[in-house]
């Protein structure tokens, strides 16, 4: 079992920000990134209350303001890329190391960085296991999931898990963005959630009637069968 991962990248600068820029196999960024979502009370019977103690609490909630997963988004995306072998997918995931994160180091020479995570660090013994997810229960039976993984995911998280589950998109690699919480060129943990929630309240999707055009003009294959207008093979009876 690998029991290190690194990564080389390049180093961008905006303004007095540090990006760390390059491309990083999926299957080697599930395995070390975590979701900073919300706890399950925030979606919950008597989550507006508490959404607003979090927002008159300027040190609540920091850890917890992501979306918390989409199964059917995750499908979508699995199915996506093991519908057809063309099928990419090319956004860019963009992370964030915390500060602490445990067994994760930036390494620099010159315009160049390396990062590299020590999977011992991080991993629970768990008897002759080691988890990166811990599962418990509270004083009041309710399951709590303990994510050990010390990387978060900012943006793409559901292209990160579906493509993990594909085994064709598993062991492909995509561009990643990689900031960090360190004194020079860091970026604070405030500024990480804003960046989060510009990216989706600013986009605007393309409107109903263009994605169907679009669709159906360049023969889009899609895991979501209502938005399938590519040939897939399995479908087709040899006597149509």
Request: with cysteine; glycine share 6%; charged share 25%.
């Amino acid at each position: 079992m690998v029991m290190e991962i690194s990564w080389d990248l390049h180093i961008a600068h905006q303004d007095d920000k540090e990006l760390l820029v390059g491309v990083a196999p999926i299957i080697e960024i599930d395995s070390v990134c975590s979701v900073p979502h919300f706890p399950d009370q925030a979606i919950e019977a008597g989550a507006s209350i508490l959404l607003a103690q979090w927002a008159l609490d300027d040190n609540a909630g920091l850890k917890e303001w992501q979306r918390r997963p989409d199964v059917r988004r995750i499908q979508a995306i699995q199915n996506f890329m093991d519908a057809n072998e063309e099928n990419m997918i090319l956004n860019s995931i963009m992370l964030y190391i915390p500060e602490n994160a445990k067994g994760v180091t930036i390494e620099r020479d010159n315009g160049d960085a390396t990062v590299k995570i020590d999977l011992k660090k991080f991993l629970q013994p768990r008897g002759n296991h080691l988890v990166d997810v811990v599962v418990s229960e509270d004083e009041e039976e309710n399951i709590i999931f303990e994510d050990h993984r010390p990387i978060w995911i900012v943006d793409g998280q559901h292209r990160t898990r579906g493509m993990a589950l594909s085994s064709r998109g598993a062991n492909m690699k995509v561009p990643v963005i990689v900031l960090h919480a360190e004194p020079e060129g860091g970026v604070e943990l405030s500024s990480i959630a804003k960046i989060f929630t510009e990216i989706n309240t600013l986009a605007q999707p393309l409107d109903y009637f263009q994605q169907n055009y679009l669709s159906y003009k360049f023969n889009i294959t899609s895991g979501e069968k209502t938005q399938n207008y590519g040939v897939i093979d399995e479908a087709v009876d040899d006597q149509d």
